[in-house]
């Protein structure tokens, strides 16, 4: 599991600059089609609040779910990238086994259209190897950790992002 010593080694691992497009559009992005990447708190501005907001306004984000059955009774939402599907709302909990994987929002045919600084922490954490590529951000579950403290923010975000879109 997630542990703040370990978020701190992941800000050193991060300096690290695992970038390669030349890798990349050799493999076209096949972790990109897969699945999105997850956040952590701390890729986005401060306040949380309004920065975590905007994101789920823009319809690029979503929140994703950790079900109470699996995560000691306690459910607990983290923003990730939205998978390009026909169903992905804005408020959606992804169940991989039911809705499936799916490629990246932001995924184009020439790779990402984020810049690398403003990709989630998983996604700059993607090592590129001709191989395979390796990823230094740990599990789903470490970012489902990281997002414990925060659900009254993320809770706040989505309240207010439902509520600017339905005056829209």
């Given at each position: ?10 800000a050193v691992v991060e300096q690290a600059r695992y970038e390669n497009p030349t890798i990349c559009a050799k493999c ?141």
């Amino acid at each position: 599991m997630w542990s703040w010593g370990l978020a701190r080694g992941m800000a050193v691992v991060e300096q690290a600059r695992y970038e390669n497009p030349t890798i990349c559009a050799k493999c076209g992005g096949k972790c990109c089609k897969d699945i999105p990447g997850a956040a952590l708190p701390s890729d986005f501005d401060e306040p949380l609040i309004d920065s975590l907001t905007e994101a789920l306004m823009s319809g690029n984000w979503m929140l994703d779910q950790a079900d109470h059955r699996c995560n000691g009774g306690v459910d607990t939402y983290f923003p990730r990238l939205k998978q390009r599907h026909p169903n992905a709302k804005l408020t959606e909990w992804m169940d991989y086994e039911e809705v499936g994987r799916g490629p990246c929002v932001m995924l184009t045919e020439n790779g990402c259209s984020l810049p690398y600084e403003k990709r989630p922490s998983e996604c700059r954490l993607v090592e590129p190897n001709e191989i395979r590529c390796v990823q230094h951000a740990g599990s789903r579950w470490d970012f489902i950790e990281a997002w414990q403290p925060y659900q009254n923010e993320v809770s706040t975000a989505l309240r207010r992002a439902n509520d600017a879109i339905a005056l829209r």
